[in-house]
């Protein structure tokens, strides 16, 4: 399986004829992340998650193109012009088979950024494809609940610290930990971030592997 990072929380999974492009939004190449795919993942409604105008010409130019979202993410591309049929709400605890990938949904909420600020819907996606299994927690620490060979990681945003990044890297114990929701860092912060996430005594006997624009990593 090859995982390619297509900027911010966005990453593509390809092997054979499934491609699966998830969270492609407004920091993102999102374009790029969508040429060829098979399916679409959003894990919430934020727009650097979902990028309302990319994907609707995405999936009005391939009709056999689906996009499977948290509920108000669906409605927000079906307000926004996406074809209603090709737009699928998915829940907690749904499992869905997409080509060769078998996707487990979980999480439900996104890490509060305030007290003040309503919490969006937020679900995360675990991914088995060709035997190997990637987990994205969209805007969330949720565990991955299983083993799983590539955590996907945030490293910045309004709603984290990065002792919580740390933490989350050492409690999965994958094999690779590769930063997303990196795009407020400076060079300077993804420098402290890897030294501190890909560091094995704070944070587990792991590869710590960031991925530049369009970079892959073969699993």
Known sequence: ?????????????????????????????????????????ITHDHADHMDVDALTAALTANPSLEVYASGPAAQSLRAGGAPVGA?????????????????????????????????AVNVTFLVELDGRVVYHPGDSFDPPGRDV???????????????????????????????????????????????????RDLAGKHEYRRLALGQSLSV
């Not at 966005?10 to 374009?31: E, K, M, N, W, Y």
């Not at 907690?92 to 305030?114: D, K, N, S």
């Open 87 to 119: 737009v699928h709400a998915v829940e907690p605890g749904q499992e869905l088979t997409l080509g060769g990938a078998r996707i487990v949904v979980g999480g439900g909420a996104h890490a509060l950024i305030h007290s003040k600020i309503p919490q």
């Open 1 to 41: 399986m090859r995982l390619t990072f297509h900027g911010h929380a966005c990453v593509r999974l390809d092997h054979a004829d499934t491609a699966l492009a998830i969270d492609p939004g407004s920091f993102s190449q999102a374009a790029s992340a969508l040429d060829g795919a098979s399916a679409i993942l």
């Open 149 to 199: 060979d590539v955590l996907l990681t945030p490293v910045s945003g309004p709603w984290m610290k990065l002792a919580e990044a740390i933490d989350y890297a050492a409690s999965a114990r994958a094999p690779y930990v590769v930063p997303i929701h990196d795009v407020l860092l400076s060079e300077v912060g993804n420098r402290m971030a890897q030294r501190h996430v890909g560091d």
